[in-house]
């Protein structure tokens, strides 16, 4: 059975990403990259479906994990009544092929070890071929595939397995890597195990080591950076929403998703985090992925793309794996990619704007980009769309799809001037954002209910709408605003948290039931700081931070009932708010001030 999803820790190279358990299994690995077909599946399925577990043979009296500190390195710590052994895992960051290094320490006594070692391809479908290349190596192929295991342990095969079985006296170490290369390759060659542990700890360190005070939240914000950053594909510069595919947003439901894709929404709070934290290097590549990705006709602007900006991504289901804790189905691909939401292009005007704010330099294509936009949403605006939450029944006219188009006008107004015809062309944009503003206010606010609604002629609320003051729509004490705030936290609060919007409503096309979604929370938190809300604010944030796992990561949703995660894990949405809530808090000048000023 695998774990509960707070009870894994996340392994990275910044090409793709590992969840490891708290008794040292790790249950999921995709191969080559984020969104390569996992060798490790155990997380949806079963140990059949790939695994490799290093723990210890007797009983454990008691578990200690965390990183060495500012960096992604694990170690697990188990206590028996013979001794205290560590396991130290990482990814090394240098290399040209993606690895795993597994360190087994003896720290007290002695500890006999078990290690179980399934390698599969192919989600978990595919059993490799595998055969002893030198008297310390296995390989093990299939098709385009190869898995290179190295350790100077004695191994066996058992029942299409890889076993050990090793003890391990305080001083004592012994080592396991296990690396991914095409299998029409020579064998690649075999690398100190300690001399990259060394190199990886200075890659995330140097890394880490940049990020400013953020008074008592340093720590945490710390630990979100160094997720945001394995979540990021070095060769692009794209991040990627989660290291995972369909966990699900309610136990036992079919709201599972693929999360290993990049989302443009994630955009602008992506670059305000790295830019208001120091990381411009960072946001520059981020910056530079999205201007690659998004360029060519603007009716074909995606709300998705792949790592490298790849735009077909088909939703495919994999009926051999039974999904985590049963939760069917398993996807592969997301469908949403072809939807059409009219907020990614306020999202990106707001990120260009937010750039040269930030002094990036500027990009040609990107004020290219500005000037065909805005006449194809010139007239897409006025149609409905799937929204934010990405619905999969009838477009509606999504309020919040409306104010990021009124973002998209509004920014693209402020940065124009410099193009040709630059100053007609602002007072156009400004024209249209006017016309978006006046249709919001009167077809988007209920005066009856004292609030704007999901979605034009409805009485549903979404959190979604917490974006109107942040955006700068409308300003936080606008009586339509604060009417907002207040229905929100009356209707769509349980137990401290916020859900999405009111899924009873049907409006979404699936069965009712998800977990509180994150970010929302630190939305509310954001518009309590720009209210003046100060001690809501850091209450609400404290009960988010006390969520994390105790290694510092957040899932998308949590489950206030159950008290569980839910969700695909890490999620990047929620650490991003981690880190701008905290700057909130923490400066006079923080994220939300800044984009709600526009």
Not at 22 to 40: E, N, Q, V, Y
Not at 199 to 227: A, M, N, Q
Not at 240 to 264: H, I, K, M
């Amino acid at each position: 059975m695998t774990a509960r999803i707070e009870d894994y820790a996340l392994l990275g190279n910044c090409r793709t990403a590992a969840l490891v358990s708290k008794t040292g299994s790790i249950d999921w690995l995709c191969f080559p990259r984020f969104d390569g077909a996992a060798c490790f599946a155990a997380l949806l399925g079963t140990s059949e479906n790939g695994r490799w577990q290093i723990a210890p043979s007797a009983p454990v009296l008691a578990v200690r994990r965390s990183y060495q500190d500012g960096t992604l390195i694990l170690e697990t710590t188990f206590v028996t009544e013979q001794g205290e052994a560590k396991l130290i895992d990482f990814m090394p960051s240098t290399f040209r092929h993606s690895s795993v290094a597994r360190i087994v320490v003896g720290v007290k006594g002695s500890v006999a070890f078990n290690m179980d070692l399934a390698m599969r391809f192919d989600y978990g479908h595919t059993v490799p071929w595998v055969e002893r290349y030198e008297a310390q190596t296995l390989t093990a192929v299939a098709g385009p595939d190869m898995l290179v295991l190295r350790t100077p342990a004695v191994l066996k095969p058992r029942a299409k397995h890889t076993t050990s079985q090793f003890t391990v006296s305080a001083g004592e170490r012994v080592h396991f890597t296990l690396t991914h290369q095409p299998s029409h390759e020579p064998v690649t060659a075999a690398f100190d195990v300690d001399t990259a542990l060394t190199k990886t700890d200075y890659f995330w360190r140097e890394f880490s080591s940049r990020c400013p005070d953020v008074g008592p939240w340093t720590d945490l914000v710390k630990r979100s950076l160094i997720t945001l950053k394995a979540l990021t594909y070095l060769p692009t510069g794209g991040i990627v929403a989660a290291a995972t595919t369909s966990l699900p947003e309610q136990l036992g439901g079919q709201r599972n998703w693929d999360y290993r894709y990049c989302w443009l929404r994630d955009a602008t709070i992506t670059l305000m985090a790295f830019m208001k934290l120091g990381y411009f290097d960072e946001a520059h590549a981020w910056r530079e992925w999205l201007a690659r990705s998004v360029a060519g006709r603007p009716d074909q602007m995606q709300i998705m793309y792949g790592l490298a900006g790849e735009r077909r991504l088909p939703e495919l289901e994999i009926p051999w794996l039974a999904g985590y804790e049963g939760a069917s189905p398993v996807r592969i691909g997301n469908a949403a990619a072809t939807q059409r939401q009219l907020d990614v292009f306020g999202e990106v005007a707001d990120a260009m704007e937010q750039a040269i704010k930030g002094h990036l330099p500027q990009h040609p294509r990107i004020e290219a980009i500005a000037q065909v936009i805005v006449p194809f949403l010139e007239k897409a605006w006025r149609q409905p769309d799937e929204g934010i939450w990405e619905i999969r029944a009838q477009r509606q006219h999504f309020t919040h799809s409306k104010v990021m188009a009124w973002v998209a006008f509004d920014r693209i107004s402020t940065v124009a001037h410099g193009i040709e015809n630059g100053q007609e062309f602002a007072a156009n944009c400004r024209r249209i954002a006017n016309e978006i503003h006046e249709q919001v206010c009167k077809e988007a606010y209920d005066e009856e209910l004292g609030s704007f609604v999901q979605y034009y002629g409805c009485k549903c609320l979404d959190s979604s709408l917490l974006q109107i003051p942040l955006t700068g729509f409308l300003p936080p004490d606008d009586p339509r605003v604060v009417g907002t705030v207040a229905a929100i936290e009356n209707r769509l609060m349980r137990d401290g948290l916020l859900m999405r919007y009111e899924s009873e409503s049907g409006v979404d096309g699936l069965p009712p039931g998800e977990g509180a979604f994150l970010v929302c929370s630190f939305w509310l938190a954001d518009v309590y700081v720009l209210q003046g809300r100060h001690d809501d604010a850091q209450t609400l944030y404290e009960h988010l931070a006390a969520l994390c796992n105790d290694v510092g990561l957040l899932a998308e949703q949590y489950d206030t009932t159950d008290k569980r995660m839910l969700g695909n894990f890490p999620q990047a949405f929620s650490h991003v708010g981690i880190i701008n809530t905290a700057l909130n808090l923490h400066r006079i000048q923080g994220p939300a001030q800044e984009r709600a000023q526009g």
